[in-house]
């Protein structure tokens, strides 16, 4: 073929094979990377927070809501004021961002409870930031089922595990009622450290050339766009997948996300955003005319990857134009999937209106790179 | 000649950087197997018009073959026969000897590839450095590095951008003398250069400033064509007589060369005159002498300054 020739291909595949090699930067970046970012960003932005400020409504107090509020204490997630509130002060609490949560006791709650009327707990929570509270949720939905056990034992000499003599928990979330999953960030962060490393590792790759004069060379050789800008890249693909595994290892070992789903779909679906991230980076160094540039448009990619993928902000709360412009990046779909598939356990049929944006996505900037790379110095 | 007896051949080639005309309807022709030398100050012009030739950059306007190929249209058939070596130097310091004559050799497809670089590496004397990284060496070693690179695909077609800037002497002498083989088994060179020793190697030459093609032929050609009578002149003083002297009629230019002076001009008798008024009567000693490739390429630069000042 004219435009494709593999022994050709294969000769670019195997000079950037060699350079990486000895680019100790590169190396390093590809090692320290990702465990730095994660770190960093796993630990500062907290999922699993604690002492959230609660607010408690209360009518009247008893035995029972002493004891429900110290274990919810006990929990270690809820900071509890002593001094009790009235609704419409929680209320203004809840809406200023001063609480996190507002829990109500209905009047008689202690006489409903022991007649076995199932009085109705409300659990007010402020879910503008979900990863902020849904562990503290969780811990809430434990403590409704074991807190007053002990006590009602005592009164009514409960045998039976599943006693009647219970309440209901009923959960509002407030300000974003769809926007809850539990642990968003690691597995939104994978895609987030991809995408860094990819488009920053290749962003200077013809750039570098081109700063050092080998350009000219490469292009006075008999080879074509497309042989280039696929065979450098191939080194970084493997480059990604390691990362890749480093990742996934830091999720399961360190922040004990659980992995529901498949695997090898899980590399597959972060083959493909290394892909469109490669084709990002190689398209941004034949654009750019030195580094500065390149890493100047790099961040330009990388600010709306952050920002508007829903990886910062919940993805259904931003404006329209922010999701329309949202949708077409492929960290976006990424995080979707990813969290579709490690915490849902979502197989193909369920991720892929999710897969077909990042594959379209892709091939389109690949086709702009192939464009953009010139076969002249002009 | 038929196209077929010329390497190159370049009909009224012009290319603009922005408002700048780098290179002003370049018309040139480099036979089969000879070595053409291309002259000129820095910034006149040749790098541009060698990337022309080779398909690295599109002229504005004007049309040109090399080996046959059309240099626009039939761009990867050039790449593909022609060996360039780029002014800088432009192979990847970052991998070692044998990787890069071994990336060149994948690239080109050469055949028995393994075979070749051994070949290649043991002509060099590099065998055993094979493993040192291209960024280690020195200037000359870089050099040979690069023209042998640019050699193996055994090119019919060489272009060559100012090899020997910065190399020493020696290695510079063995340089041509490496030329001259290649050119004697029939493969044509051009060669860009500043070195007046180098320009009386070559088969022919041009000569360019300003982007403009002054001059071409053989250095004897090129010296009739200039028309130039030069006076040598030897005594005591000749720095005072240099300054007197360029103020004169029919002097063109005054150069000094050890401890000689050469006065040259077109208009002979005025030059004559001249001379004998401020040089023959002083106690210096005056004569006509040849005028050298050196004296017409320095009138050659005066005159295009004049032009453009
Ligand atoms: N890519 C370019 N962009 C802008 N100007 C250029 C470029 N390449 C060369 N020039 C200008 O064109 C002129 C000719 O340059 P060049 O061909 O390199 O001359 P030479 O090789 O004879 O020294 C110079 O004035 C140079 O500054
Ligand atoms: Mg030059």
Redesign the interface.
Same mark, same amino acid.
């Given at each position: 073929m004219r435009y494709f020739n593999l022994s050709r291909w294969w000769s670019i595949v195997l000079k950037e094979f060699l350079q990486i090699r000895r680019d100790r930067l590169t190396l390093g970046m590809i090692g320290a990377l990702p465990i730095i970012q994660l770190t960093l960003f796993g630990f500062a932005i907290n999922t699993d927070p604690k002492h959230l400020k609660t607010d408690i409504v209360l009518a009247e107090q008893s035995e029972f809501t002493r004891s429900f509020i110290s274990a919810l204490r006990n929990t270690g997630y809820f900071d509890i004021e002593d001094a009790l509130s009235s609704q419409s002060e929680a209320d203004a609490a809840l809406a200023s961002g001063r609480a996190q949560f507002v829990i109500s006791f209905p009047n008689g709650f202690s006489a409903q409870l022991l007649k076995d009327q199932k009085p109705k707990v409300l659990v007010e929570v402020d879910a503008t930031d979900p990863t902020t509270t849904a562990n503290a949720l969780s811990a809430l939905n434990k403590v409704a089922q074991s807190a007053l056990k002990r006590d009602l034992n005592h009164v009514v000499h409960v045998v039976d595990s599943n006693s009647p003599y219970s309440y209901e928990l009923m959960i509002h979330k407030r300000y974003n009622p769809e926007g809850i999953t539990q642990y968003n960030i690691i597995p939104g962060l994978m895609g987030v450290i991809l995408s860094m490393t990819m488009v920053m590792m290749t962003s200077l790759s013809i750039t570098r050339e081109r700063e050092r004069g080998t350009l000219e060379n490469l292009l006075a050789m008999p080879v074509e766009a497309l042989e280039v800008i696929s065979g450098k890249i191939i080194p970084y693909i493997i480059v990604g997948l390691i990362q890749c595994t480093t990742i996934l290892l830091f999720a399961k070992l360190l922040f004990r996300v659980p992995f529901e789903g498949n695997m090898l779909t899980v590399y597959a679906v972060s083959l493909l955003l290394i892909l469109a991230n490669l084709m990002v980076g190689i398209t941004i160094s034949a654009l750019a005319r030195n580094q500065l540039q390149a890493m100047q448009m790099t961040f330009f990619y990388f600010l709306p990857s952050i920002l508007l993928s829903g990886f910062m902000f919940p993805f259904f709360g931003m404006p329209k134009w922010a999701q329309i412009i949202g949708n077409v990046l492929p960290l976006t779909h990424f995080n979707r999937v990813i969290r579709g598939i490690l915490l849902k356990g979502n197989g193909w049929v369920e991720i892929f209106p999710n897969v077909w944006p990042i594959m379209l996505f892709a091939l389109t900037v690949m086709l702009l790179g192939v464009f953009f790379y010139k076969n002249t110095m002009d | 000649m038929t196209t077929a007896d010329y390497a190159v051949t370049v009909e009224g080639l012009n290319k603009h950087f922005g408002a700048h005309h780098a290179v002003k309807n370049l018309s040139m022709q480099i036979r089969q197997g000879e070595i053409f030398g291309f002259l000129g100050p820095n910034g006149s012009g040749k790098t541009t018009s060698i990337?022309m030739m080779?398909?690295?950059?599109?002229p504005d306007s004007g049309s040109g073959t090399c080996l046959g190929y059309d240099i626009i249209r039939q *761009?990867?058939e050039v790449?593909?026969r &022609?060996g +360039?070596m780029?002014q *800088?130097?432009? +192979?990847?310091?970052?991998?070692s000897i044998r990787?890069n004559l071994d990336? &060149?050799a994948?690239? +080109?497809?050469v055949p028995n590839r393994k075979a070749v670089v051994d070949e290649t590496l043991e002509e060099l004397q590099l065998t055993s450095r094979a493993k040192q990284?291209a960024g280690s060496l020195s200037g000359g070693w870089k050099q040979r590095l690069a023209l042998a690179a640019s050699l193996l695909h055994k090119p019919k077609l060489l272009l060559l951008d100012e090899p020997t800037a910065g190399v020493d002497p020696t290695a510079r002498r063995i340089f041509w003398e490496e030329l001259h083989q290649l050119a004697a088994k029939g493969i044509s060179i051009l060669v860009s250069t500043h070195y007046m020793d180098e320009a009386e190697r070559c088969h022919r030459l041009a000569y360019i400033s300003y982007g403009e093609l002054l001059c071409q032929g053989t250095s004897a050609e090129m010296i009739q064509q200039r028309q130039l009578t030069t006076w040598q002149i030897t005594g005591r003083h000749l720095v005072q007589l240099n300054r007197t002297l360029e103020a004169c009629p029919g002097v063109e230019q005054v150069v000094a060369f050890g401890t000689a002076l050469h006065v040259s001009g077109t208009q002979a008798e005025l030059l004559r005159d001249t001379v004998e008024q401020h040089a023959t009567r002083e106690g210096y000693d005056a004569k006509i002498i040849d005028t050298s490739l050196e004296d017409v390429f320095i009138n050659l630069m005066k005159t295009s300054e004049g032009a453009f000042n």
């Open positions: - | 990337r080779c398909g690295l950059l599109t *761009r990867a790449k593909r &022609v +360039y780029t *800088r130097f432009s +192979y990847w310091e970052d991998l990787e990336f &060149v994948r690239l +080109y497809q990284l």
